[in-house]
């Protein structure tokens, strides 16, 4: 329930995020179009009226007026007033009477343009030019009146007071909608973790069949417990190895003491600290290759170009009761260390079951180690690759080792990419073969 509150959270959040940055765009535009539109809109008229007011007062001035003065513009009024306020010329559309603005309101506007309240309008844009008509000053007043203007503006108020929280709330419902859909597959994958942790063993998490992001970020996540299952695989194998494994050493090193003990005087202590060296060494080999395995996978290996002549030659033990020979020349890629360990395993294997001779070929991708002993049954040939499995006496774990080297050899082998696999030899016995990318 806490993760399910979290992602709604999310969702929340982002869906008001995206709603006040829309909502805020929406208000911000609105103010920008009612101011650009006002101005504009205003500047259209202002330039209207000026023209008229100076059309009419040149017209006035070479007494050329006609009965009406002309007019363009919806609303529009020109009227020419004389000193005392009276009107002695109009436009069809005003009154003989009634002049447009008073004569004191006049007196103060000789020669601008402004917007005032006029007789006719409420408000409306006014230009004001003085002029002579028939030897007397005369005053020409030309008026636009803003109704169309304050209308448009009106509605983008309206817009601004109605249309944009509809808007804004819309686009909420959608993005809400949205993200639901698109954080989906995000719940199902904590479904899934949750369920991979209540169970607390393997499990994979469900990968979303669209190849994006999010199916990147689950196909990474299933490596990651992929490798995490491999680690907790390898501890519970090495506890159970260690607990089935250990018992006999550590149960002959016991009955070693109990008898050097209880007789003193047959088991001398030279005798003891052989007998107890012998067991100790095993237990030794044994506990290392166990720890060995355990850590294999853990942490990344290099992956660089090897020299495997180099390699193999630099594990060979020379001076043994079996002779090793390396021919040949080769590389792959590969951890040194690791690949080094491999060839080691598979040679001291080859040594231990040899009669007299050891062969390593080494060739691009490939180190074989072939030996001139009994060789192995096709049918065991999967089986010695297991942990401590006992075949027969030409190659029991007790012939020498811990009777993990076969193990150990495959198991780093596979994590560089690779295999180790077993077949007959020219020499008439096994052969080992490991194989690495190239």
């Known amino acids: 329930m806490a993760g399910a509150r979290r992602g709604s959270s999310l969702r929340l959040r982002l869906t008001l995020l995206a709603s006040g940055a829309v909502c805020l765009a929406l208000v911000v535009g609105a103010i920008a179009l009612t101011v650009v539109l006002r101005s504009t809109r205003v500047d259209a008229l202002s330039d209207v009226v000026r023209e008229r007011a100076a059309t009419v007062a040149a017209l006035a001035s070479d007494d050329r007026l006609p009965q009406t003065l002309p007019v363009a513009e919806p609303g529009e009024i020109v009227q020419l007033i004389d000193a005392d306020g009276a009107v002695l010329a109009t436009s069809p559309n005003a009154s003989r009477t009634l002049p447009v603005l008073p004569a004191d309101v006049l007196a103060g506007l000789s020669g601008v343009t402004t917007t005032e309240q006029s007789a006719y309008d409420d408000l409306a844009r006014v230009a004001v030019r003085t002029t002579t008509y028939r030897g007397e000053p005369a005053t020409v007043v030309a008026t636009v009146p803003l109704t169309e203007v304050q209308g448009v503006l009106d509605a983008l108020r309206l817009a601004l007071v109605v249309v944009v929280p509809l808007l804004t709330l819309a686009l909420g419902v959608g993005v809400w909608l949205i993200l639901g859909r698109a954080l989906r597959p995000v719940e199902e994958l904590r479904r899934g973790a949750a369920r991979v942790a209540s169970s607390g063993g393997p499990g994979s998490l469900p990968v979303p069949p669209r190849d994006d992001e999010l199916g990147a970020l689950a196909r990474t996540l299933n490596s990651m417990l992929d490798r995490l299952e491999a680690g907790a695989a390898r501890q519970r194998a090495f506890v159970a190895d260690a607990a089935h494994e250990l018992r006999s050493p550590l149960a002959a090193l016991r009955t070693s003491i109990e008898v050097a003990r209880a007789h003193p005087a047959s088991y001398g202590t030279d005798e003891l600290a052989a007998d107890l ?124 080792g811990s009777g993990l080297g076969l193990a150990i050899a495959r198991e780093i082998a596979r994590e560089q990419g690779g295999d180790v696999v077993l077949g007959d030899a020219e020499l008439g016995g096994l052969r080992a073969e490991l194989r690495l990318p190239r």
């Open 277 to 400: 060296e012998g067991e100790v060494l095993r237990m030794q080999v044994l506990v290392d290759d166990l720890l060995l395995l355990a850590r294999v996978g853990s942490t990344p290996l290099a992956h660089d170009v090897l020299d495997l002549g180099a390699v193999a030659r630099d594990v060979v033990r020379p001076g043994g009761a079996v002779a090793v020979s390396v021919t040949g020349s080769g590389t792959a890629r590969g951890d040194a260390t690791a690949v080094g360990r491999v060839v080691r395993n598979l040679v001291d294997n080859a040594s231990r079951h040899a009669v007299d001779r050891v062969e390593v070929v080494v060739s691009d991708g490939r180190v074989r180690v072939d030996d001139d002993g009994t060789g192995l049954a096709p049918a065991d040939r999967e089986r010695v690759f297991e942990r401590f499995v006992r075949l027969d006496e030409a190659r029991e774990r007790d012939a020498g």
